[in-house]
């Protein structure tokens, strides 16, 4: 029996609920997956029982979610508006480091002079860290706002999608980060991410992680960010890694769900609040300071407690 799950987050997009399409598993192709929850949105969730990936069935077209990112920044992101100014003066105060995959990447890799492709990178935070510590950042988004972010900080980027994108550069590292769990198409830009690495290069996946829900009563990742098409699970990444001959060098579960202020539309009193903390306590290894993680823990965690983000690195073998 299908559950249905009542709102949480205020931002629940408006799908065209008549041109849904149907799919099969986004990762395997299974026909085998089974309905289990009915998102606030209206759409289906079902678990691949090959491959044990949550994936939303029917979905909306690749057109419509096209159109949908676009303008992805403006209308549907949490943080607060902020220009490219305050934006690029607010990641000067922050250290690098203080991002664990950052550090996890670092054990794995020189950052050195190493060319880094970050697909779908938002507001280019990660990009600008690695670039702070030698690497040569190149970025590839849809968003308009996105881009202009990207180039006021030095970043030589990309408008489009990974499918139309070609170079003859090969990365020591692609980073998908938030990425995967948006497109209809995740294998194919994983597998298209990896075949732009050099032999011995890393692929970094970081997403939310569908069996989170396993331990959440509140089936929380289910009922937030309703743009997601798919949700992967260690399994995934396990299976993904094996069809693609990648090795899986880093896999992980971690943190909690960063849940302040989204049961509401941004307000202008919130748009007008000191961005460097907003902004720091997105990052990973920030105290997430919210309603959901101060109910299951009694005192400060380390930053690897908890299970509600999916970490994981695979790399290219060296031929």
Same mark, same amino acid.
């Given at each position: 029996?299908?559950?249905?799950?009542?709102?949480?987050?205020?931002?629940?997009?408006?799908?065209?609920?008549?041109?849904?399409?149907?799919?099969?598993?986004?990762?395997?192709?299974?026909?085998?997956?089974?309905?289990v929850y009915e998102?606030?949105?209206?759409?289906?969730?079902?678990?691949?029982?090959?491959?044990?990936?949550?994936?939303?069935?029917?979905?909306?077209?690749?057109?419509?979610?096209?159109?949908?990112?676009?303008?992805?920044?403006?209308?549907?992101?949490?943080?607060?508006?902020?220009?490219?100014?305050?934006?690029?003066?607010?990641?000067?105060?922050?250290?690098?480091?203080?991002?664990?995959?950052?550090?996890?990447?670092?054990?794995?890799m020189s950052f050195?002079?190493?060319?880094?492709?970050?697909?779908?990178?938002?507001?280019?935070? #990660?990009?600008?860290?690695?670039?702070?510590?030698?690497?040569?950042?190149?970025?590839?988004?849809?968003?308009?706002?996105?881009?202009? #972010?990207?180039?006021?900080?030095?970043?030589?980027?990309?408008?489009?999608?990974?499918?139309?994108?070609?170079?003859?550069?090969?990365?020591?590292?692609?980073?998908?980060?938030?990425?995967?769990?948006?497109?209809?198409?995740?294998?194919?830009?994983?597998?298209?991410?990896?075949?732009?690495?050099?032999?011995?290069?890393?692929?970094?996946?970081?997403?939310?992680?569908?069996?989170?829900?396993?331990?959440? =009563?509140?089936?929380?990742?289910?009922?937030?960010?309703?743009?997601?098409?798919?949700?992967?699970?260690?399994?995934?990444?396990?299976?993904?890694?094996?069809?693609? =001959?990648?090795?899986?060098?880093?896999?992980?579960?971690?943190?909690?769900?960063?849940?302040?202020?989204?049961?509401?539309?941004?307000?202008?009193?919130?748009?007008?609040?000191?961005?460097?903390? =907003?902004?720091?306590?997105?990052?990973?290894?920030?105290?997430?300071?919210?309603?959901?993680?101060?109910?299951?823990?009694?005192?400060?965690?380390?930053?690897?407690?908890?299970?509600?983000?999916?970490?994981?690195?695979?790399?290219?073998?060296?031929?």
């Amino acid at each position: 029996m299908v559950q249905k799950l009542p709102p949480l987050d205020a931002r629940i997009p408006k799908w065209n609920l008549e041109n849904l399409i149907m799919r099969d598993c986004p990762v395997c192709n299974s026909h085998d997956a089974a309905a289990v929850y009915e998102r606030p949105d209206n759409l289906i969730i079902r678990i691949c029982r090959t491959c044990n990936t949550f994936f939303v069935s029917p979905c909306p077209s690749e057109e419509e979610l096209h159109s949908f990112y676009e303008n992805y920044d403006e209308n549907q992101r949490s943080g607060s508006r902020i220009n490219t100014q305050e934006l690029a003066a607010s990641y000067k105060d922050l250290d690098p480091f203080s991002d664990l995959r950052i550090r996890e990447l670092s054990s794995l890799m020189s950052f050195e002079a190493s060319r880094v492709l970050d697909v779908g990178f938002g507001r280019g935070s #990660f990009l600008y860290f690695l670039k702070t510590l030698g690497a040569i950042p190149f970025g590839l988004e849809l968003d308009t706002q996105a881009i202009e #972010f990207a180039k006021f900080l030095g970043i030589e980027v990309f408008q489009g999608d990974l499918a139309d994108y070609s170079s003859e550069t090969k990365f020591d590292l692609v980073t998908l980060m938030d990425l995967v769990e948006h497109p209809l198409n995740s294998l194919d830009i994983i597998r298209k991410s990896s075949e732009l690495l050099q032999s011995g290069g890393l692929l970094s996946i970081w997403t939310p992680n569908g069996d989170f829900v396993r331990l959440d =009563k509140s089936l929380t990742t289910f009922r937030v960010d309703l743009e997601h098409m798919q949700y992967f699970t260690p399994d995934t990444c396990l299976f993904i890694a094996s069809a693609l =001959k990648l090795r899986t060098v880093h896999l992980e579960t971690l943190g909690f769900p960063s849940l302040k202020g989204i049961d509401k539309p941004l307000s202008e009193k919130d748009a007008l609040t000191p961005l460097i903390k =907003k902004i720091g306590k997105r990052i990973p290894g920030f105290s997430m300071l919210n309603n959901f993680r101060r109910r299951l823990l009694s005192s400060k965690e380390s930053e690897r407690n908890g299970s509600y983000h999916l970490f994981c690195i695979m790399q290219k073998p060296a031929q």
